[in-house]
């Protein structure tokens, strides 16, 4: 707790840069927890516009508005998407030695803007690197926005479907439920399931991992089973590791039955650091009955079914493939509340004393930690550029598997 004679450190919240989006980092309900940890918040005037959040609802909360300068001259810079957009190179300029900037960074992706905010002296943090841990879950914004993104995602197919969802008995006689498919039973697969449970459709589902079986029967969907030896008993860090071609081949065979008898496919499978697995073919959407629809949230990743294509509809015979991207853009006032408390928890780590202290002896804080010091300190990160790698730290203690996510609790709801 930051006593009153210590000058009060001071998180920043620009508008974002990147194109369409439409979610900020931090929204007023984080503001007192922040407050509370001895932050005063500035943001830059209209940064939650777009998310459903003006100025005075900041203001009533405590925060001071101010100019994009004014938000970049802060201790502790917090973005949706770090650094990313047009006028973006042009902003490196304002970061300096000793900053603090936090938010997704898509650090393998861009490990050119890593090395280059190393070269600023600021302290970078990716929060797609918080560990899937149980104690991380309430910092994990791929969770938080892949949760908002698995809702979404059933929302447009059942928009997108000449069908309805729910089983209707009237006078003019009965209709049958639509029947949907989730593949890949993550934190955005359990959403859609339960979503898709909740508007009354049946649904099945299928996941590399033999533990997700419990989760998706909790939710009232039948697992859809498949004699595959996926090797996935012991994933890292809650998440699946790659299969090989073989194997994705048999899996395709087998689950082609399924797929031609679903109304919905909603694709979700990831492995985490590759480009996601191609799992439904072209062969196989040809075998659903037209009308159908397919929402693939694997689009950005390369798109889980072949003929997906990032932010298009691809039609094949009919059946509409859908690529969506930043589906927690679309509902930004829940996404960016939940991104914002992400970055309140996260930061609270750091405060030690009523003083901010990026070095923390924390799991969370060091396996998220890209640049500090001038130099990009995250060995995949340095891979990626050519540098030579950094001596490993000890690994930290196993925890229990993530198996009570919130996100798996709150769909089972
Ligand atoms: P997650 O890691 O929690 O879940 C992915 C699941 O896929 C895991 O359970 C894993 O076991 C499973 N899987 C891996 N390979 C598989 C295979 N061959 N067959 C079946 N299942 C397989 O990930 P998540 O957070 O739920 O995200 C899922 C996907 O959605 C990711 O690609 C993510 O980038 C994407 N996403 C998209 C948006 C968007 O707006 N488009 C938003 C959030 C997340």
Redo the contacts with the bound molecule.
């Keep these: 707790m930051a006593t009153t004679d210590t000058p009060r450190m001071v998180v920043g919240v620009p508008r974002e840069n990147r194109a369409g989006e439409t979610r900020v980092a931090l929204t007023p309900t984080a503001l007192p927890q922040l407050t509370k940890a001895g932050f005063d918040v500035v943001i830059e005037s209209g940064a939650g516009a777009l998310a459903g959040y003006p100025d005075a609802a900041f203001t009533d909360r405590g925060a001071r508005i101010g100019t994009r300068d004014d938000a970049f001259a802060a201790d502790v810079l917090v973005q949706v998407n770090v650094m990313d957009g047009d006028a973006s190179n042009a902003e490196l300029s304002k970061l300096r030695q000793g900053q603090v900037v936090i938010g997704a960074v898509a650090p393998f992706a861009r490990p050119e803007l890593v090395k280059a905010i190393a070269g600023t002296g600021a302290t970078l943090f990716a929060l797609e690197l918080v560990p899937r841990s149980t104690r991380a879950q309430s910092m994990d914004i791929?969770?938080s926005?892949?949760a908002v993104?698995?809702y979404k995602a059933v929302l447009i197919g059942a928009s997108e479907l000449p069908k309805m969802f729910p089983l209707l008995t009237t006078a003019a006689g009965t209709i049958a439920p639509a029947k949907v498919f989730i593949?890949?039973?993550?934190?955005?697969?359990l959403a859609a399931i339960a979503t898709s449970r909740r508007m009354g459709s049946l649904v099945e589902a299928?996941?590399?991992?033999p533990a997700?079986r419990e989760e998706v029967e909790s939710l009232g969907a039948r697992f859809v089973e498949l004699p595959l030896e996926t090797g996935?008993e012991e994933?890292s860090g809650?998440?699946?590791k790659q299969?090989s071609e073989e194997t994705?081949k048999k899996?395709q065979e087998l689950m082609a039955k399924t797929v031609a008898a679903s109304d919905v496919v909603i694709t979700?499978?990831?492995?985490?650091g590759s480009t996601?697995?191609v799992?439904i073919t072209t062969e196989m959407i040809k075998g659903m009955a037209p009308g159908s629809v397919i929402v693939d949230?694997?689009?950005?990743?390369g798109g889980n079914c072949e003929p997906t294509v990032a932010g298009e509809i691809v039609d094949v015979d009919g059946v509409k493939v859908i690529g969506?991207?930043?589906?927690?853009g679309e509902i930004p006032v829940h996404a960016s509340q939940l991104f914002g408390k992400n970055v309140a928890n996260f930061l609270g780590l750091m405060v030690v004393g009523g003083k901010l202290d990026t070095g923390v002896d924390d799991d969370v804080i060091k396996e998220s930690v890209v640049a500090a010091g001038g130099d990009v300190v995250n060995n995949r990160v340095r891979e990626a550029l050519g540098l030579e790698k950094l001596p490993e730290p000890e690994p930290p203690a196993p925890e229990p598997a993530a198996d009570d996510t919130p996100a798996a609790e709150e769909a089972a709801k």
Excluded: C, W
């Design positions: 791929l969770s926005q892949a993104a698995g593949v890949g039973a993550g934190v955005a697969g299928y996941d590399v991992r997700a996935q994933g809650g998440y699946a299969l994705i899996q979700t499978a990831q492995v985490q996601a697995p799992i949230l694997a689009a950005e990743q969506v991207v930043n589906l927690p």
